[in-house]
Each structure stands twice: as structure tokens, then as C-alpha cells.
């Protein structure tokens, strides 16, 4: 019930394209879903996050699609980038869970020129 | 601002050594620390969890004997790999929890440990 599945494994995008990548969760108990980007040898860095109140957050080319009945979520990365290739991991935590993230298995993403 | 230092971003032991790895929140209080350990091209794993001040929460499956950490402060948690052997050779990543919020989480560069 812990588990956050993401998909896909990878991803081979054209630059200047839309990326997308999806995530389900099945506790209902998380109530936050951060985003994180992670290049080789270096740690996760946050990216974008959300609320289950709210069904889409944008920030800049990043946006983030909640659906609570489905409990799915999703990031669209607009208009590609070779500097957006890179891992990204969604997560879920819970209030009540004293910080502590649960991630996804992460999605290689490779945006060509 | 929440900024998370490791030290040191990279390491070379010799098998039956010890390694410390120390992680710091520079700019802001975290009463939670979290290690998390990556092997290549696979996601964090989760290794503990430790509260200022408390023992560390150990997660299923990860030896406390050979894993021990130290949250002595309120910016400062170590990890040190006790009798180390290559199949410890990982990257860990700690994170820092900020105090008082549900969420905020940080996580640090990474320490690259290669046991020989």
C-alpha cells in the first residue's frame, strides 16, 4: 500500500516536445506528491509539488496533473529540453508521516536535439 | 536558502574499514534526517530515519549493527558504514526534514562510497 508506480521507465523526447510522465499511488493517506530531478551523481532536487485540493499546478514549463478519484498524477515537462534530460522520481508523503517520502521508480528522460 | 551539504561527496576504503559520512542542513533546522541509499540506475531506497536527539528508525532489512547514525544536533546527522565490504559500495543520499513542516524535505549531494 506504500508503493508509488511510475511510468515510463524511459523516455526519448525530441526537443522542443512534451514529456510526460505518469504516477499511481494507492494509500490514500498521502496528501503531498513532490516531483524531483536527478542527474547522474548527484542528489534529487525538487522540482515541482502538489496538493491533492488542487488539480493542476504549472510552474514555468513544469506542470503537474492530479487526479484524487483515479489517484493518478502526472508531470508535463512543455517544450523539451536537452538540459531537461535527467531522472525524475515522483513521490508521496503524508502529513502524518513525519516527512518521510515514498518514490516512484523513476523515469530516464533523454530530450534530443 | 535550504541548503543540504555531505561530506565527503566521494570516498575510497579498504574493505574491513570504516567510512563517516556527515550531512548538514546549512540554513535551517531539521529535527528529521533521512539516508536513503541508490544503486545505479535504480531509485532511493529508504535505509533510516533519524530524529534529533532519539535513535534512529531502521528500515526493514537494514543492519543497524553495520549502518549506525548519529542526529546529535539539530543540523547535523552522520552515517557511518561500519566493517565496510564491496557490496557496500552505493551512493547515499541524506535528506533533511525542516523543523516544523509536514513536508519540506532536502536532499543532499550524495556521497560516492567505493569499497575495495
Known amino acids: 500500500q506504500q508503493q508509488v508506480k511510475q511510468s515510463p521507465q524511459s523516455l526519448i523526447v525530441q526537443k522542443g516536445g512534451i514529456s510526460i510522465i505518469n504516477c499511481a499511488y494507492e494509500n490514500t493517506a498521502f496528501d503531498y506528491f513532490p516531483w524531483y530531478q536527478q542527474f547522474p551523481g548527484k542528489g534529487p532536487a525538487l522540482l515541482i509539488a502538489i496538493r491533492p485540493d488542487v488539480s493542476e499546478k504549472k510552474e514555468g514549463r513544469f506542470t503537474i496533473s492530479f487526479n484524487k478519484s483515479a489517484k493518478q498524477f502526472s508531470l508535463h515537462i512543455m517544450d523539451s529540453q536537452p538540459g531537461d534530460s535527467a531522472t525524475y522520481f515522483c513521490a508521496a508523503s503524508a502529513a502524518g508521516g513525519y516527512q518521510k517520502v515514498t518514490f516512484g521508480t523513476g523515469t530516464k528522460l533523454q530530450v534530443i536535439p | 536558502g535550504a541548503v543540504v551539504s555531505q561530506h565527503p561527496s566521494w570516498v575510497i576504503c579498504k574493505s574491513g574499514t570504516s567510512v563517516k559520512i556527515e550531512c548538514r542542513s546549512l540554513?535551517?533546522?531539521?529535527?528529521?534526517m533521512f539516508w536513503y541509499r541508490q544503486f545505479p540506475k535504480q531509485s532511493l531506497m529508504l535505509m533510516a530515519t533519524s530524529n534529533e536527539g532519539s535513535k534512529a528508525t531502521y528500515e526493514q532489512g537494514v543492519e543497524k549493527d553495520k549502518f549506525l547514525i548519529n542526529h546529535a544536533s539539530l543540523t547535523l546527522s552522520t552515517l557511518t558504514v561500519t566493517s565496510a565490504h564491496p557490496e557496500d559500495s552505493s551512493f547515499y543520499i541524506c535528506?533533511?526534514?525542516?523543523?516544523?513542516?509536514?513536508?519540506?524535505?532536502?536532499f543532499g549531494p550524495g556521497t560516492r562510497l567505493t569499497v575495495t
Open positions: 535528506s533533511a526534514g525542516r523543523t516544523g513542516s509536514s513536508y519540506e524535505q532536502y
Open positions: 540554513d535551517f533546522q531539521a529535527t528529521t
